[in-house]
């Protein structure tokens, strides 16, 4: 049994709701949740494939384990530019449908699930993330998350994104491995590992100690960033094209990265810091998404999960790796 995430395009497909459901229970098999859980979850994505493929444009789903700390679960994460719906909470009610069904899916995806987050937008499409943990879930939305996903028709991604908060720093990585399938993805996991296992110190030391640990892959695209919150800034260091962003409101303002390709880097690096004020996003992507997205008029979006799906969905490119990165600083 597998503990590797999937990725499913489902569009007018029905049987590839049974591929959903088998990969979602499979995992929870491999992580350790129990009979009972594991029949939750294959109830779970049923009703997320199922509502994708019926009633949903350009629908996908992600498949992925998630931990925290002691604790490992699985997470559904199911995306769509369908029609949307102006009244999420009364979507959850029993028997209330749009489409001419039962109207049950989302009632009982949000009572199975440990933690259901539901976010639509008529004309826009639907962002569900469900999640069922072994044991407890934890408490609150992470201050960073994102998603990746691979180029179509492959079945790894090379790019990937990683989160660390040690020594009062809190620094995000997007890494995007040079080209694409498990040459790529051989690259970006390097440079997971080398994050999580670099010394503490700012981003140009972080990318320098990344650059020197890359340097058996075919190279990446990467920068990482650390927000401080109590200076209300952000500094970034990066090489190659990632696109970095502060969101503030309905102002955006790109950031800084440096021509280059991490393992193969011969320069010096550098650093550049911004203002971070309170509400503020930090939206880092690879090239594999468009620049032209925008959050102005996406109200009520509160998990970093949900504001990286949406722009995976609105900006994302098919014939490329994708990953998006959202973070927030203290509440």
């Not at 991490?262 to 996003?281: D, I, L, M, Q, T």
């Amino acid at each position: 049994m597998s503990t590797s995430e999937s990725w499913f395009y489902l569009e007018d497909d029905l049987t590839r709701v049974g591929s959903v459901r088998r990969a979602a229970t499979a995992m929870a098999d491999a992580l350790g949740l129990s009979a009972t859980q594991v029949a939750d979850l294959a109830i779970i994505a049923t009703e997320l494939a199922t509502n994708l493929v019926k009633h949903a444009r350009e629908g996908m789903m992600h498949v992925r384990p998630v931990r925290d700390a002691d604790e490992a679960g699985v997470q559904l994460v199911s995306i769509d530019s369908g029609p949307g719906m102006a009244d999420v909470a009364r979507s959850q009610v029993d028997g209330e449908s749009t489409a001419g069904t039962l109207g049950i899916g989302l009632g009982a995806v949000a009572r199975l699930a440990d933690r259901c987050e539901i976010y639509s937008k008529p004309g826009r499409g639907t962002i569900v993330v469900a999640e069922l943990w072994h044991r407890k879930p934890p408490g609150g939305h992470l201050r960073a998350d994102g998603i990746a996903r691979p180029l179509t028709g492959e079945t790894v991604s090379g790019d990937t994104f990683a989160r660390r908060v040690s020594d009062d720093r809190y620094q995000v990585m997007v890494c995007d491995g040079l080209g694409h399938g498990p040459m790529a993805a051989a690259a970006s996991q390097a440079a997971f590992g080398a994050f999580h296992e670099a010394p503490q110190g700012p981003p140009a030391d972080v990318v320098r100690y990344l650059n020197a640990a890359l340097t058996h892959t075919r190279g990446a695209a990467l920068a990482v960033a650390e927000i401080d919150t109590e200076t209300a800034a952000v500094r970034l260091c990066g090489l190659g094209n990632i696109a970095s962003s502060v969101v503030a409101g309905r102002q955006r303002h790109g950031m800084i990265s440096m021509p280059g390709i991490a393992g193969h880097h011969r320069s010096g690096v550098k650093e550049f810091g911004y203002p971070f004020p309170v509400g503020a996003v930090l939206v880092m992507h690879s090239d594999g998404v468009s620049s032209r997205w925008e959050l102005d008029g996406y109200q009520g979006m509160e998990s970093p999960l949900v504001i990286a799906a949406t722009v995976l969905r609105d900006a994302g490119i098919r014939r490329d790796d994708a990953c998006v990165l959202v973070a927030k600083g203290l509440p």
